[in-house]
């Protein structure tokens, strides 16, 4: 596939799938960066116009890498911060300085009844209007991948807020109950996009620094203990 940005596109994807199928003994997959791409803008700043993210900050970093023939993907998603993980579950999002967060929606862990992710909601709308932007506007010239919903626990978290974390001691039932529910959700999300976004050689480019991985693999965290606040952390007796 010949990639105006990425012109050793093919080659890229070729030593990706020879990582995951374990033939890269020697090798590292390697991303190299620039100084003069620190000063473009974060496209955060725009959000969540996707054309001024295009115009003022991917396309300039793209333009600058394009001789650069590392195994970096010029990619783009739709990306409106991390809170538009949760807003697809039913969260209220707000934006701020461009990038998007959610209040919490569970307020009483005992009290929630269903978490589900509704194809017709506002923000599955906007996520899915987007993706479809954006392949207009790939063409042959950049990459499109999906947006990275997380893990269930890092899902829980933006929907319960940092209470989820003292909810394991103080009431495990429920927060089983609602990972569960979270869980379902986020195969329902994946599913939604992988139906949106184009597959390169059988697989799909994902995460922020745009992974290829083959088939319908999907990045979860499990685990997102970088969110555990020391202040909010206590001992069991």
Request: some cysteine; charged content about 20%.
């Amino acid at each position: 596939m010949r990639m105006y940005y990425k012109p050793n596109f093919d080659e890229t994807i070729r030593r990706f799938k020879d990582f995951w199928a374990g033939r890269m003994n020697d090798r590292v997959l390697l991303q190299v960066d620039l100084q003069e791409t620190f000063t473009i803008p974060d496209p955060q700043v725009y959000a969540p116009d996707l054309a001024e993210m295009l115009r003022h900050s991917y396309l300039p970093h793209f333009e600058l890498r394009r001789g650069i023939c590392d195994d970096s993907f010029p990619g783009v998603r739709v990306d409106y911060g991390s809170g538009l993980k949760a807003a697809l579950l039913g969260a209220e999002l707000a934006f701020s300085g461009g990038s998007g967060f959610a209040h919490p929606l569970i307020t009483d862990l005992n009290a929630f009844s269903e978490i589900r992710f509704d194809r017709n909601s506002y923000w599955a709308c906007k996520l899915a209007e987007g993706t479809e932007y954006l392949n207009r506007e790939a063409g042959n010239r950049f990459a499109v991948g999906r947006t990275n919903i997380g893990g269930p626990i890092e899902v829980a978290s933006l929907l319960r807020g940092q209470a989820l974390y003292t909810d394991f001691v103080d009431s495990p039932r429920q927060v089983h109950k609602l990972l569960e529910a979270v869980t379902q959700a986020i195969i329902d999300v994946q599913d939604f996009q992988f139906e949106r976004v184009p597959a390169y050689n059988g697989g799909f480019l994902e995460w922020w620094k745009f992974v290829y991985f083959p088939g319908r693999s999907v990045l979860a965290i499990i685990v997102s203990l970088s969110t555990i606040w020391p202040t909010l952390t206590r001992t069991s007796p």
